[in-house]
């Protein structure tokens, strides 16, 4: 597996790579948190049976895969791939503005999903915005809202969901 250590700035909403990169934040009064990333393409079933694909942006081979996808939805403009694909705008490490996009996004998936596409939804760590997603995806086809965070968790990766503000926006959730 390839893992790498990447530093965040929850204040500034910015991460660099502890070993390449130099700081993007250098204010001492700001929390800095050191995370190791891994690489996703990890195949997340939804309690209704629908399978997506949850990936996450991988700055050597972005684009690599043993099938393209049908369609991916993708929660951060780095993600320029050669299939269809769409964008839902949403910041690094926070929530996005309008519930009601993600909605239309989140059912977009899930219609293909359902239709047998291959479809696949990621940011770049493939943890915060990807792991809220998929807690919103969970909620959409079934899953109480409470709890969703923690499926996400168990069914695909234990360090998904990464703020306190995502967890609050999963719980308040009703697709």
């Given at each position: 597996m390839?893992i790498?250590?990447?530093?965040?700035?929850?204040?500034?909403?910015?991460?660099?790579?502890?070993?390449?990169?130099?700081?993007?934040?250098?204010?001492?009064?700001?929390?800095?948190?050191?995370i190791?990333?891994?690489?996703?393409?990890?195949?997340?079933?939804?309690?209704?049976?629908?399978?997506?694909?949850?990936?996450?942006?991988?700055?050597?081979?972005?684009?690599?895969?043993?099938?393209?996808?049908d369609?991916g939805?993708?929660?951060?403009?780095?993600?320029?791939?050669?299939?269809?694909?769409?964008?839902?705008?949403?910041?690094?490490?926070?929530?996005?503005?309008?519930?009601?996009?993600?909605?239309?996004?989140?059912?977009?998936?899930?219609?293909?999903a359902?239709?047998?596409?291959?479809?696949?939804?990621?940011?770049?760590?493939?943890?915060?915005?990807?792991?809220?997603?998929?807690?919103?995806l969970?909620?959409?086809?079934?899953?109480?809202?409470r709890?969703?965070?923690?499926?996400?968790?168990?069914?695909?990766?234990?360090?998904?969901?990464?703020?306190?503000?995502?967890?609050?926006?999963?719980?308040?959730?009703?697709?």
């Amino acid at each position: 597996m390839d893992i790498r250590v990447v530093v965040v700035c929850a204040t500034c909403q910015v991460h660099w790579d502890a070993d390449r990169e130099s700081a993007k934040c250098t204010n001492s009064e700001h929390a800095h948190r050191r995370i190791e990333l891994h690489r996703h393409r990890s195949a997340v079933i939804l309690p209704d049976g629908a399978s997506i694909m949850a990936v996450s942006f991988d700055t050597h081979e972005p684009y690599t895969r043993d099938r393209s996808p049908d369609y991916g939805l993708y929660l951060d403009y780095q993600w320029q791939p050669p299939w269809p694909h769409d964008h839902l705008d949403w910041p690094d490490f926070g929530v996005p503005e309008s519930t009601e996009d993600v909605s239309a996004a989140l059912r977009s998936v899930l219609d293909r999903a359902h239709a047998g596409q291959r479809v696949e939804i990621g940011c770049l760590g493939g943890h915060g915005r990807t792991g809220t997603a998929l807690a919103c995806l969970a909620i959409l086809t079934g899953h109480p809202a409470r709890g969703a965070v923690d499926w996400v968790r168990a069914v695909y990766c234990a360090s998904a969901v990464e703020t306190p503000e995502q967890e609050a926006f999963v719980a308040a959730y009703h697709g």
